[in-house]
Structure formats: structure tokens, C-alpha cells
């Protein structure tokens, strides 16, 4: 992810130009500061290999998958591979949205990884196995544990201050009258997950999501107006 | 989220997680499901309290949601509910109804929150009242079993969603 921005790409420029060295650049695999959820590793093999760091944090989810060993891998390498510098001199909006988008990408991963394995073991696919040799039972009590001390020691960092925004209709993110825009907007979530969520709530209230919808397309402003 | 309701929410979690081990080890003997509502009570009532005018409107909504699935779990688990699907539209309306009164106390200048909680609460308690035995209940009754069949699909739905979708959320 923005590998514009990375700094965890050491790019040491060699200026040596003795025939045993040439002209060349060496970069060295080093845990990302900037694009960081937990150790930073995935998103430094992002910058490492130039690709996307969300395409790197999925491939270890699925490997949680083959029972559990993403996650040992995931463990040593961190211990292994050093820390890159923190880049001082990225902007306050360059860091949230990077902290958004990478808050983003762990909660969508986390429920595509609950929801692919129960889906799995519905149609007997998988059955709950043994986590990198761990019982299930104890694997989600070390989890929910280890999901502590990270939130305690200041992983889930508060978000810098925005202004404070007023619900309207969304005119950029808009497929009918732009309410879900306007709502995940003004709640700050995403607006695909803000229309599926309306979508469910309104099978599971047999059509008032609908009632509610049309309310809100009459008695919300749009975008830029006054209220 | 604030400091304190980070300590909280951690110190909860490392707690249920040693509690958790302890219980599957035979140290202690107690009922999972009890803590579990116990946890969702608790956790409901912090999230809100934390959220509540930090301009963190997404986790004050899914606070009360959680709080009131786990004053629905203790309903269930305290009383003989004879026939859950009867009640299971009724309680999804007043629990969105709740999200839309807490967003309201958030930023009271939204009256429209207002409004769409109190029709979302009359819709809830008149359904509860006379269409107890009417077939929109029971159609919704099985709209919402099909859903709680399915919930490992929209799950990964939402994941999908948000993972696609990763590059929009900076632009809110």
C-alpha cells in the first residue's frame, strides 16, 4: 500500500564503482512503520515485492485457513526480519489514512476469515482443527488474550481529529438517492458495508429499511445544501 | 476510541480469555454462555459510553446493537420463550430504533434520528401487540431463519466488501 510513502524501503545507493560492486541499489526487507496493523511485516514485504499490502494481509489470512501455520509464519518472521525507521515527516492526513484504510483491511479480513471457515465447515468442508497444533478451545482463549494486551499496549491507535461532518445525501457515493453514502459518511464506515447492512436490516424487518429509506431521501438535505 | 475504554475493553478481553482456559483445563466451572451474555452487556454499555460524542458514530451504533442482543440473550436465557420467531422482528426494530436514539443523543441537532427511532420503537411494540400471530411475523420469522442459516455468507460478504472497498475509506 502507497508505496510512495514507504520508508521501510532501504534503498542503500551504492556509489562504489569498483568493478566487484558496480552501479546498483540493494533493498532490504524491513517491517513497515508507517503501514502497520500489527508488526508491520506484511505491509513491509509490500513495499519489498512492490505490491499491494492488502494482497499480502489476505494471503496470510488464508493461510490461517491451512490450519493456523499463517500464523506461526507470520510470528517467527516478525521476530526475524528487523523494524524499519517511523517516517517523521508524513502528514497528520497521510497517517489517518493509513490507519483507516488499514483498520479497514483487518476487520474485512477478520470477517472474511470467520465467515469462509463457517461457511466451510457448512457444507463439511472443514471441520475445526487443531491451530498450528494448538486445541481450537485454547487457540481462541490465547486469541482473544493476545487481542487484549494488543489493544492495551496501544496497537488500535485513536484516529486524528476530523471535522465534524452533517448527515446528507452522499452525492459522490450514490446508487439510488445517496442515503447509505450519507449515513456511512457521517458514521465513518464504509458505504458497501453500510448497504449491505441496510439491506439485511431490511429482510430482517420485512421492508421498513425501505419505509426509512424513503424518509431519509425526503427529509435529507443533499450534499452542499443548507439544512 | 478513548484510553480508559481501550483499558477496559482489553482488560475484559484477557480476562475471558484466562477465565476461557481455565474453565477447559476443570479449574473453574462455569457456564460460557452466562459470561458471554454478561460480556455483551458490559461491552455494549463501554462501547456507548466511550463513543458517545468522539465523533465515532459507526462503533456507538453496533455499542447499543450489542448491548441490546445481549439484554435479548439474557431475556432468552432467563425466561421460557415459547416461540423465539415470533419475537425476533420485533426485537431487530427496536434494537435498530435504539442505534438511531444513541446517534440522536450524539448529535441531538439530528432530529431526523429522532424520528426514525421513535417509528422504528412504535413499529416494534405495535407489532409485539397485535401482529403477534399475523403472517407478515411469521414470513419475517422465516426471513430471518433463512439469514441465520446463511450468516457465515454475508459474513464473508462483508469482508469481501470492505476489503474491495479499502481505497474509499479515506476519502470520507
Redo the contacts between chains.
Sequence with gaps: MNNELNNTEKTISDNNTSPEFGNHSQRVLLRSQSDKIITGLCGGIADYTKLDS?FIR?LFVLLILLGGWGIVIYLIASLFVPSGKEDLTMEKSEQ??II??N???L?????????????L??YGIIEFFYFAGI?P??F??????I??????K?G?N?LP??E?SV?NKSA??KRIAGICGGM??????????MR??WL??T????G?GI??YL??WL??PAEGEKQ | MSRPGKVIISTGLIILGLLNILSETGVLNFELNTLIIHLFLFYGLIIVMTTIGRNSRGLLFIGAQIFIAGIAMLMTEKFEILNSVKILFPSVLFSFGAGFVMLYIDNPKEKTFLIIASLLMLISIFAMLFLSNSGIILSAGRVINILLAFWPVILSMMGITLLVNKNEASSH
Design positions: 492488502t489476505i489517518r489514512k483507516k484504510e483498520r479497514q483491511v476487520s474485512g479480513s477478520i470477517l472474511l476469515i470467520v465467515g469462509l471457515f463457517f461457511t465447515e457448512l486445541p478451545v485454547i481462541w482463549s490465547l486469541s482473544v488474550i487481542a487484549g494486551v494488543y489493544l492495551f496501544g488500535w485513536e481529529k476530523t465534524f448527515l459522490t457515493h456511512a459518511k457521517y458514521m465513518h464506515i464504509d458505504t458497501g458495508f449491505i447492512v439485511i436490516g429482510f430482517l424487518t420485512f421498513t419505509i426509512i424518509i431519509l427529509a435529507l
